[in-house]
């Protein structure tokens, strides 16, 4: 299939997660421990045709402040999101749930922009059950 839907996770599932950069993403961390971020164009033929119509610039830059450039740091592919929660919730003084909803949203949006990815654990993926042979013991 050309566009391929990917499956929707539990919450269970999420928290176990462990967030990974993009590694075609380019970016850098200046002095004040800011990240800027340098999102590139696409080339594809429906962004050729557009970038005729209406202007679209060759690169795009975000500046993540200092919490944002915390969570981009931590988004290694070894941090789990419940440890982001954490370690969110006890650095800056909010309470889980506070910390929890914000920094959901946040990786939404990353990688809804295709900052991010998620690595999950082929167990937590939804329909892995796992498998019986004959004799009745698990495999997989």
């Avoid at 928290?15 to 340098?38: A, C, L, Y």
């Amino acid at each position: 299939m050309l566009f391929k839907k990917q499956p929707k996770i539990g919450r269970e599932a999420m928290f176990k997660s462990k967030p990974v950069r993009n590694n075609q993403v380019e970016w850098e961390k200046n002095d004040d421990g800011e990240i800027h971020v340098t999102l590139t164009r696409g080339d594809s033929w429906k962004v050729r045709t557009l970038s005729k119509i209406f202007w679209i610039p060759q690169q795009k830059t975000l500046v993540l402040d200092e919490i944002g450039a915390q969570v981009w740091d931590m988004c290694d592919g070894r941090t789990t999101v419940e440890a982001i929660i954490k370690r969110l919730s006890k650095t800056h003084q909010l309470n889980v749930k506070e910390a929890e909803i914000s920094l959901l949203a946040y990786l939404k949006k990353l990688g809804q922009k295709g900052l991010l990815g998620f690595a999950v654990a082929k167990k937590d993926l939804p329909g892995s059950k796992r498998r019986r042979r004959a004799s009745g013991k698990a495999w997989g």
